[in-house]
């Protein structure tokens, strides 16, 4: 009996340490939690700003993004070589997807040798991969043959801050937000980075090492997927170092486009503050309109190979049952994910026109004041109609604005081509049948 009772109070004893471990596991991580929001809450001073600066730096160089400043040829042999190797690496999903020929299946391992839609998911690895393939070109050609590239500006803000010189015409708020997202941008990209690489490593290598191989089959695809997967990573950081700089740009820009609004509000009841804010303006908009220069044949065609890549998700993940139930949620949940992305992508673009719009408003009534300035009169109603034939924003081509309606118009055009892929293939199926 007495043994009875004391393993009962042991049991007792044993019992509250394990709820008040519990109890402070979960203050603890609340803490945690707590401390990491308060840390995302934060301004970021000036001097994290530089340190994230310094560390992109680092990986510029160590994963081999080179611009004219470069002097190394290490630097840019080694980039022009992981890009053609990349390319060359790409290429063999088009020729897997377009060849059923053992032996070329076997030098070039074909992860999906085994699978039945083979064919089809060389083809759709193939189209995902070229798209990173052709922000790479353009990241090359964008830091090493444009004079005066848009991420330039990025780097002049950092100076800017560096030198105590001003932050480039935004008001304080706006550098806050800029700064904060410009440092948090950088961590978000290394760790968004590696995490993509480590998850394509194990998806490929649980691909090749699940399905039925002979022992030299496996040894060749293993061999070229760490191979492929390390040149690939540079590509990568690559992508991701180009996305980054768009989309703090982009920031940027619709920071800039407030602090003007509030400069308007405050600071224009003298001539000369009028023609400081025209002269300002005039420089933000010469820099947006090359800004809209350079990346309007990218823009397009991005969007555009976005556009069929989505409508291809799209159209098998609802009309195609694939044999592995795993690639079938794949492609359900990618079939919800694309379509929202993007449109969530137009509409965060859609706030510059807003912005532009409202500048416009208040450029056509600052027209209107009393001046006897004709030099001033004359810059008012050049900006003024400079304006009003082209809207401020960002342009997928020279005529095609981003706007509010472009996420509507977007979802229209892929449910266009949804249906003529639809009625082309099942046309197709029946006419076979």
Same mark, same amino acid.
């Given at each position: 009996?007495?043994?009875?009772?004391?393993?009962?109070?042991?049991?007792?004893?044993?019992?509250?340490?394990?709820?008040?471990?519990?109890?402070?596991?979960?203050?603890?991580?609340?803490?945690?939690?707590?401390?990491?929001?308060?840390?995302?809450?934060?301004?970021?001073?000036?001097?994290?700003?530089?340190?994230?600066?310094?560390?992109?730096?680092?990986?510029?160089?160590?994963?081999?993004?080179?611009?004219?400043?470069?002097?190394?040829?290490?630097?840019?042999?080694?980039?022009?070589?992981?890009?053609?190797?990349?390319?060359?690496?790409?290429?063999?999903? /088009?020729?897997?997807?377009?060849?059923?020929?053992?032996?070329?299946?076997?030098?070039?391992?074909?992860? *999906?040798?085994?699978?039945?839609?083979?064919?089809?998911?060389? &083809?759709? &690895?193939?189209?995902?991969?070229?798209?990173?393939?052709?922000?790479?070109?353009?990241?090359?050609?964008?830091?090493?043959?444009?004079?005066?590239?848009?991420?330039?500006?990025?780097?002049?803000?950092?100076?800017?801050?560096?030198?105590?010189?001003?932050?480039?015409?935004?008001?304080?708020?706006?550098?806050?937000?800029?700064?904060?997202?410009?440092?948090?941008?950088?961590?978000?990209?290394?760790?968004?980075?590696? /995490?993509?690489?480590?998850? $394509?490593?194990?998806?490929? =290598?649980?691909?090749?090492?699940?399905?039925?191989?002979? /022992?030299?089959?496996?040894?060749?695809?293993?061999?070229?997927?760490?191979?492929?997967?390390?040149?690939?990573?540079?590509?990568?950081?690559?992508?991701?170092?180009?996305?980054?700089?768009? =989309? %703090?740009?982009?920031?940027?820009?619709?920071?800039?486009?407030?602090?003007?609004?509030?400069?308007?509000?405050?600071?224009?009841?003298?001539?000369?503050?009028?023609?400081?804010?025209?002269?300002?303006?005039?420089?933000?908009?010469?820099? /947006?309109?090359?800004?809209?220069?350079?990346?309007?044949?990218?823009?397009?065609?991005?969007?555009?190979?976005?556009? *069929?890549?989505?409508?291809?998700?799209?159209?098998?993940?609802?009309?195609?049952?694939?044999?592995?139930?795993?690639?079938?949620?794949?492609?359900?949940?990618?079939?919800?994910?694309?379509?929202? &992305?993007?449109?969530?992508?137009?509409?965060?673009?859609?706030?510059?026109?807003?912005?532009?719009? @409202?500048?416009?408003?208040?450029?056509?009534?600052?027209?209107?004041?009393?001046?006897?300035? $004709?030099?001033?009169?004359?810059? @008012?109603?050049?900006?003024?109609?400079?304006?009003?034939? @082209?809207?401020?924003?960002?342009?997928?081509?020279?005529?095609?604005?981003?706007?509010?309606?472009?996420? %509507?118009?977007?979802?229209?055009?892929?449910?266009?081509?949804?249906?003529?892929?639809?009625?082309?293939?099942?046309?197709? $199926?029946?006419?076979?049948?």
């Amino acid at each position: 009996m007495n043994l009875i009772y004391s393993l009962i109070s042991l049991l007792m004893i044993v019992t509250n340490l394990c709820k008040q471990l519990r109890v402070k596991l979960k203050i603890k991580m609340i803490n945690k939690i707590n401390e990491f929001v308060q840390r995302l809450s934060t301004k970021c001073e000036p001097q994290d700003l530089i340190v994230a600066f310094e560390k992109l730096k680092s990986i510029e160089r160590a994963k081999f993004i080179v611009n004219k400043s470069t002097t190394s040829k290490f630097q840019r042999f080694m980039c022009y070589f992981i890009f053609i190797f990349n390319n060359i690496a790409v290429s063999r999903y /088009l020729i897997l997807g377009l060849t059923n020929d053992k032996t070329l299946q076997f030098i070039l391992g074909d992860h *999906f040798a085994t699978f039945n839609e083979r064919t089809f998911f060389n &083809i759709m &690895i193939y189209l995902a991969n070229y798209q990173g393939m052709t922000m790479n070109y353009f990241n090359i050609h964008l830091n090493n043959f444009v004079d005066k590239p848009f991420t330039r500006i990025l780097e002049d803000y950092v100076e800017s801050i560096t030198t105590y010189k001003g932050e480039l015409y935004l008001s304080n708020y706006h550098n806050r937000l800029v700064r904060k997202w410009y440092t948090y941008g950088i961590r978000i990209m290394i760790f968004f980075t590696y /995490l993509i690489v480590i998850y $394509a490593f194990i998806t490929n =290598f649980l691909i090749v090492v699940t399905e039925r191989k002979d /022992l030299r089959t496996l040894y060749v695809q293993l061999s070229l997927l760490c191979v492929f997967q390390y040149f690939k990573h540079f590509s990568s950081f690559s992508t991701n170092w180009f996305l980054l700089h768009w =989309f %703090i740009t982009i920031l940027f820009t619709y920071c800039r486009l407030s602090s003007f609004t509030t400069v308007f509000n405050n600071q224009l009841e003298s001539s000369q503050g009028q023609k400081t804010f025209i002269f300002e303006l005039q420089k933000f908009n010469n820099w /947006l309109d090359s800004f809209n220069r350079q990346i309007s044949l990218t823009t397009l065609f991005i969007f555009s190979y976005l556009s *069929f890549f989505t409508v291809v998700i799209v159209y098998y993940g609802s009309q195609h049952n694939f044999v592995h139930t795993g690639i079938n949620v794949l492609f359900r949940v990618a079939s919800v994910a694309s379509p929202l &992305i993007i449109s969530l992508f137009c509409y965060f673009v859609s706030f510059i026109p807003r912005k532009g719009k @409202r500048l416009h408003l208040m450029i056509y009534k600052l027209s209107t004041f009393n001046c006897k300035d $004709a030099q001033l009169m004359l810059k @008012r109603l050049e900006i003024l109609d400079r304006f009003s034939y @082209r809207k401020i924003g960002l342009y997928l081509n020279e005529n095609k604005l981003i706007c509010n309606h472009f996420s %509507i118009i977007f979802l229209l055009e892929c449910i266009g081509l949804y249906l003529l892929m639809y009625t082309n293939i099942n046309k197709r $199926a029946l006419v076979s049948y």
